[in-house]
């Protein structure tokens, strides 16, 4: 199973990747906890991405694209995998096709998640004050929504016009919403 997840920031999607992957035994690929594994460890990658990243902004396609590219082309995720965090905007898209036609690993679905603006914001909220991140202040969040609502968001068009796109009411109880994902995946595959 090869999907991508797909919604604001704040809409539960790693936590449901997370219970996608358990459950299909796929590998979970976040490209913002790459980042932040990088900019943990201070390597090269996490010293470049760092101020886009701190205010809000996208790393560029550049950086971004190859850290993707390396990432696919591992071993541990030949089973599956969920993207999580990635594509951001249409250039990104146009650099994953071309991965995934040049490895024959199609997607099988793109998974978006959707929810109302002021609960994002309550969600995003309380995650800064158990997480921590440097990028969870009110000001980085509003700039990360409007990169969100410009960028990202129109992709699901894309998706949509190609078949792909499952969308869910990322409202509810955790296990809820997995049932209900789950539920959509395998009746796509029946
Ligand atoms: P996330 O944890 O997915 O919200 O990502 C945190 C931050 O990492 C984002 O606000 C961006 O600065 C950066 N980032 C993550 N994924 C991407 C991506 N696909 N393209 C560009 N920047 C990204």
Redesign the pocket.
């Known amino acids: 199973m090869r999907l991508l997840i797909m919604g604001p920031?704040g809409v539960g999607k790693?936590t449901q990747a997370e219970r996608l992957c358990a459950h299909y035994s796929i590998t979970h690929i976040?490209?913002?906890?790459i980042?932040?594994a990088n900019i943990k460890g201070g390597t090269q990658l996490g010293k470049q991405?760092q101020a886009?990243?701190n205010k809000?902004?996208?790393?560029p396609?550049e950086l971004?694209n190859k850290l993707v590219e390396d990432r696919l082309g591992q071993k541990d995720v030949e089973d599956g995998w969920i993207l999580?965090?990635?594509?951001?905007?249409a250039g990104?898209v146009a650099a994953l096709d071309e991965m995934l036609g040049r490895l024959g690993t199609p997607l099988d679905a793109v998974v978006a998640l959707e929810a109302d603006r002021d609960i994002l914001l309550e969600r995003m909220a309380k995650r800064a004050q158990i997480e921590g991140r440097s990028?969870d202040n009110p000001e980085t969040i509003k700039a990360?929504l409007a990169?969100y609502e410009k960028e990202t968001k129109p992709l699901l068009d894309t998706y949509e016009k190609r078949g792909l796109l499952v969308r869910i009411n990322g409202v509810g109880s955790i296990e809820s919403i997995t049932d209900d994902i789950i539920a959509r995946l395998d009746a796509r595959t029946k």
Do not use: E, H, K, S
């Open positions: 920031q790693g976040a490209t913002g906890d980042f932040r991405a886009y990243i809000g902004q996208l790393v396609d971004t999580d965090g990635y594509p951001r905007n990104q990028d990360r990169v």
